[in-house]
């Protein structure tokens, strides 16, 4: 399901959610203090939005399900000379790297369109080194109770139109064993959250 839907999003996905989430993206990537030789892990990469936000003297590694989606961010690497960014076709809940590989990992607004987030947050935590960061932007919803039933009951719509399930994302990662270090909610009406997180060795 992801990747057709994502097939279609491609030729679009910049001019739908380029300005839209940019705040996000932007904000993370000012929260992740990338230092040059760091090797990144962006899961979910998309058409390669973020690309512009990290530093040249970095590893930059994009994994994402979609041929489409990866085949735009080919394009944006080439167009703008990034020769440090590595793109690869993959699913994120079974990755081919190696444990221990990556020092800091984000997943902007992919863990909720993923289809097994719970095993995702596992391989996340796997090809990761002990001490590594890990960053996730999420459509959290509203806090007010009402519009948060509406919400519900859009959901089905969301799911089908590949914006991905209401997922708790916090309960997920403590059921994942991540230590939540630092978390906001973000952009116009407060509907995104961003989460900083640890490893916690277990
Ligand atoms: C909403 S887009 C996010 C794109 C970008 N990271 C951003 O900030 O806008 C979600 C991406 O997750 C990808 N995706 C869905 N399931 C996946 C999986 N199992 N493994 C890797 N990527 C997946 C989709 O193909 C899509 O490109």
């Given at each position: ?42 899961v ?62 984000i997943a902007?607004?992919s863990i ?24 996730f ?66």
């Amino acid at each position: 399901m992801p990747t057709k839907i994502y097939s279609l999003y491609s030729h679009f996905y910049d001019s739908l959610f380029g300005a839209l989430l940019h705040s996000g993206r932007r904000m993370a990537s000012i929260l992740m203090d990338i230092q040059p030789g760091e090797r990144i892990l962006e899961v979910g990469i998309g058409t390669g939005i973020s690309l512009p936000l990290y530093r040249r003297d970095t590893d930059i590694i994009g994994i994402d399900i979609s041929w489409d989606m990866i085949k735009r961010a080919r394009e944006k690497k080439q167009r703008l000379g990034y020769h440090n960014v590595k793109l690869c076709i993959m699913d994120a809940s079974e990755m081919a790297f190696r444990d221990n590989y990556f020092d800091k990992v984000i997943a902007s607004h992919s863990i909720a369109v993923i289809p097994r987030p719970l095993e995702t947050l596992k391989e996340i935590k796997r090809v990761c080194k002990e001490n590594a960061e890990f960053f996730f932007l999420n459509y959290a919803g509203s806090d007010d109770n009402l519009v948060a039933k509406f919400e519900k009951a859009l959901s089905p719509i969301r799911c089908k139109l590949g914006l991905g399930k209401a997922i708790n994302l916090e309960k997920l990662l403590n059921s994942a064993n991540f230590n939540i270090d630092f978390k906001d909610r973000i952009n116009t009406f407060k509907l995104v959250q961003i989460i900083k997180c640890r490893n916690n060795g277990v």
